[in-house]
């Protein structure tokens, strides 16, 4: 009797490697075949993670339909208007013009912000297990192990159910503080310690994502205490800084191609094609790339 075709079953295995076809050195060149080996695995992968995505378009879509109001961006706006209402002059009505400009500015209800603020808890919630299912799946992948999306997707939450809410909630307050930081010493400066802090900021971002290819990673594969796994993240950001580069640099790659198909469609109007495409791929494919350059490191320094 033949089993029924099920296009979406994240339970059915995939036809795995050939035993014609030979393992693969984990280096820079082999990527994209290793890549393209597991993409229809990525495909599926992508469906638990669909979560971490529509959140932040939830969000944003809150952000972009709020009623704005119209804000000064010059210090100097307040004193020209009142001295323009006094004594109207051609001089202070041409200073108005180049310091009057306005930027709209979103403003929230108490609803929006409630709302807003769920969001941020439930991704908050949702970051570290959904990155500890995902991670294990690719793991698997990188391994040749027999996948079966779904099944190790929940296998890997439920094993690292606590661990995974800490370090997930954790990681999302580093990720926005970090920003945060990064915005803020991006729009001032002039002075050595603000350049020094900008600098100080970019470093600290560089390290912690560096940290990220491994800290769940090491959470899937060892049972290991909160402490030793930020000690050891930060260890082998340092001892695999040539296979960081290289994930970093194939994360750039696929950015910049999506960025690149971006512009080649928006002057069709196909707006949409361009923004919901990279859903489709992008979380899964960054995922596999931090596995494919962080367990050999692992694999190297931990398990030997």
């Known amino acids: 009797m033949k089993k029924k075709f099920k ?24 990527m994209p075949k290793f890549y393209f080996r597991n993409f229809t695995k990525v495909l599926s992968l992508n469906f638990p993670m669909l979560p971490v995505w529509l959140l932040p378009f939830l969000a944003a879509y809150l952000y972009v339909t709020a009623p704005s109001m119209p804000t000064e961006t010059s210090i100097a706006f307040s004193s020209l208007l009142g001295i323009k209402t006094i004594n109207p002059t051609p001089g202070i009505i041409s200073l108005l013009g180049i310091h009057g400009f306005q930027l709209p500015l979103q403003t929230y209800d108490g609803v929006r912000i409630w709302v807003t603020v769920g969001i941020a808890v439930v991704f908050a919630v949702l970051w570290g297990w959904v990155n500890v299912g995902a991670t294990y799946c690719a793991r698997g992948m990188f391994r040749g192990d027999p996948v079966f999306i779904w099944s190790d997707f929940t296998h890997a939450v ?44 970019l470093g600290v971002c560089l390290i912690y994502m560096f940290m990220r290819y491994y800290i769940y990673m090491i959470i899937v594969t060892f049972d290991i205490s909160f402490y030793k796994l930020l000690k050891n993240s930060l260890i082998f950001s340092i001892l695999g800084i040539k296979r960081n580069l290289m994930i970093l640099l194939a994360i750039a790659v696929v950015a910049g191609l999506n960025i690149l198909l971006a512009l080649m469609l928006w002057p069709f109007g196909m707006q949409g094609v361009a923004v919901i495409l990279p859903v489709l791929y992008l979380l899964p494919t960054i995922t596999l790339f931090k596995a494919y350059g962080a367990y050999p490191v692992i694999e190297k320094y931990m398990i030997g």
């Open 158 to 201: 439920k094993r690292n159910l606590w661990q995974g809410l800490l370090v997930g909630v954790l990681d999302t307050v580093c990720i926005s503080v970090l920003i945060f930081d990064f915005i803020y010493f991006s729009n001032v400066g002039g002075t050595f310690t603000l350049d020094f802090f900008y600098f100080a900021i």
């Open 7 to 30: 296009l979406f079953d994240l339970n059915r295995d995939g036809p795995g490697v050939s035993k014609d076809e030979k393992p693969l050195v984990p280096n820079l060149w082999n």
